[in-house]
């Protein structure tokens, strides 16, 4: 209690100089923008995210959530609104710049290629490599880091269509942490896993970034796991957006936005959904 | 991607074998001459006899050459098309590139006996027919380039390649259809494809052009091997999506015009040879690609043409048939052996 009270002292400490925090978005607006029309999926965003926080963004089917994601890593245009990262604005970052502050883990599946799983988690330092692509000591040794982190060693020399889909999941970890950035953006990295991998997952990037001080912002359904590990939440419910600590959040009936109420509901006892009975 | 050391052998045996069958292509042909005077005259001496000397040094060695790189060349564009759509399927010849080539060539033959008879001469020259194929093959790759930077989807632009291809088809048919027997066979016989009747300065401006294409794709093996993920994972490794593939897409329409253009087009290679490289060396790094496949390239065109001369005979066939004929029954074999095939 007494080393969570210090934690909690230091984090507002943090939290009021400025340059600590990574990323912050102010009256951002996110969708799609057509000649013709626009299409505003969410708006008046306004987060700040600290770093090396364990962040969980949460939300039903089809709210923004990948939208958000691929705004923030400049994927794609936001409609709106400001994006900064390290206090610089995001539009004006090359992606060449942009590769060394903030790393992905995307849902989509990888083109059948030969790659080796060391040869793809050796791409995670393309930002790094010289023209040619010629890894330094240097790279080598962030490289194996990363392996090592992720305990995939035993995988290294494999051909990265022959892993099940938690080791794949690993492997793409292991290649955004090689690509030594402050900020991995994961998209649902537990979409197909069953619950033993899933926590394998949750529980190496809580690890990491305790380890490394590194900012992990996830999207995921799993939110009664994501409660129990995540620092801090963002949560996008149909009128707002939500973001703080899960007793914060807790405390703001929060959770309870997510989802229609008739199904399920959140109970704060337990700090987690329950099934309605009837 | 720093294992390269491994691949050596391959690339010594890849190496010998080349040599072995450019000796061998050399040496083969209509007139027979003995081995000991090709040795003579390829490495700067003279033949014992003029007419070897000039059938040597004037006629199969430019042959040679030409075959070493229309094989590597198009070989390679195959690989960087296939890696850049991340398709299989694809090879040189999507972008309709050889079919703008090709339109180019119809227009100056096909045309001559439709639209009078400006262009009516006895017969050609190589220029005329590599001018009107570059031409054609060029402004089908500005269409396809302009296109390509109106859509955000790289498969887009591999359909709107293919598109192309059957618009300019389209058109050769309809100028066949108006056109008379000797100019028809005068296009059939461009389009069967052939490697020899380069003088010496058509061969040099192909190759200047070919050492460009060439040497421009070692500065986009850093983008194809993050192609290898995806487009949005490129990105995020810093890669500038827009220029590398327009960079890729000019290599590409570069090689593939001026090789059609002075050979005719010519069909396989660039799809299978990248894919028999892929299996030999079961590696996706272009690093190592690269080289490989232009190698391998190379050395198929020249059996194919060695082939195609029917040793000892006065006849030769057509390169593109060859290719086909021996070709593809490789592919097939290889694909039902290994079962997978890669981007």
């Known amino acids: 209690m007494v080393i969570n009270k210090k934690k909690e002292n230091l984090r507002l400490i943090l939290s009021k100089s400025e340059k600590h925090i990574v990323l912050k978005t102010e009256n951002l607006s996110i969708g799609y923008q057509t000649k013709k029309q626009q299409t505003i999926i969410a708006s008046s965003i306004n987060l700040s995210v600290e770093k090396g926080k364990f962040i969980a963004l949460l939300g039903k089917n089809g709210i923004g959530k990948s939208t958000l994601l691929r705004t923030l890593s400049k994927v794609q245009k936001p409609l709106e609104g400001s994006i900064k990262i390290n206090q610089k604005e995001l539009s004006t970052y090359t992606n060449q710049e942009l590769s060394t502050s903030l790393s992905l883990v995307l849902t989509e599946r990888l083109p059948l290629s030969q790659l080796t799983v060391f040869e793809l988690i050796a791409l995670g330092r393309q930002p790094y490599t010289n023209w040619i692509d010629k890894l330094s000591p240097n790279d080598l040794k962030k490289i194996l880091w990363a392996i090592e982190e992720t305990e995939i060693t035993h995988l290294k020399d494999k051909r990265f269509y022959e892993l099940s889909d938690g080791q794949l999941q690993r492997v793409l970890i292991a290649r955004a942490l090689a690509q030594d950035t402050e900020i991995i953006i994961l998209d649902e990295p537990t979409a197909h896993l069953d619950i033993h991998h899933t926590f394998k997952v949750f529980s190496l990037l809580k690890k990491l970034v305790e380890k490394t001080g590194k900012t992990i912002i996830i999207s995921t359904h799993e939110i009664n796991l994501a409660i129990q590990l995540a620092d801090e939440f963002i949560l996008l419910t149909e009128k707002e957006i939500h973001s703080g600590t899960s007793k914060e959040l807790i405390n703001q009936n929060a959770f309870e936005k997510l989802f229609p109420k008739e199904l399920i509901s959140f109970n704060k006892t337990l700090e987690q959904f329950i099934i309605k009975k009837n | ?343």
């Open chain 2, 1 to 343: 991607m720093n294992s390269s050391n491994k691949y050596t052998k391959h690339f010594l045996i890849l190496s010998v074998l080349l040599i072995v069958f450019l000796f061998l292509n050399i040496s083969l042909g209509s007139v027979s001459i003995p081995f000991k005077d090709i040795f003579k005259s390829l490495t700067g001496g003279i033949a014992s006899k003029d007419s070897w000397q000039t059938i040597i040094v004037n006629f199969r060695l430019p042959k040679a050459i030409t075959a070493i790189m229309v094989g590597s060349g198009l070989s390679i564009c195959g690989l960087l098309m296939q890696t850049l759509f991340r398709n299989p399927l694809a090879g040189p010849f999507v972008l309709g590139i050889s079919s703008g080539a090709s339109l180019g060539v119809a227009l100056l033959i096909l045309g001559s006996s439709v639209f009078g008879g400006a262009f009516l001469l006895a017969g050609f020259s190589n220029w005329a027919l590599a001018i009107a194929a570059s031409i054609g093959a060029f402004l089908v790759l500005s269409a396809v380039i302009i296109a390509a930077n109106r859509v955000r989807n790289t498969m887009s632009i591999l359909i709107i390649g293919l598109m192309f291809g059957s618009l300019t088809s389209a058109v050769i048919s309809v100028l066949a259809y108006f056109s008379e027997a000797e100019q028809i066979q005068q296009y059939m016989f461009w389009s069967f494809g052939s490697l020899g009747n380069l003088t010496w300065t058509e061969l040099s401006v192909f190759a200047i052009i070919y050492i460009i294409g060439i040497l421009s794709t070692f500065a986009v093996i850093k983008p194809l091997n993050s192609f290898l993920l995806g487009e949005n994972y490129a990105k995020s490794l810093g890669i500038n999506i827009k220029k590398s593939r327009n960079i890729i897409l000019l290599i590409t329409s570069l090689l593939t015009g001026v090789i059609t253009a002075f050979s005719g087009p010519i069909a396989f290679v660039g799809l299978a040879i990248p894919h028999i490289a892929k299996m030999l060396f079961s590696t996706s790094n272009h690093k190592i690609l690269i080289p490989a496949t232009a190698l391998i390239g190379a050395i198929v065109l020249l059996i194919c043409d060695s082939i195609a001369q029917l040793p000892t005979s006065e006849f030769t066939l057509p390169i593109n048939a060859i290719t086909s004929l021996f070709g593809a029954p490789v592919v097939i074999w290889l694909l039902i052996r290994k079962k997978k095939i890669y981007v």
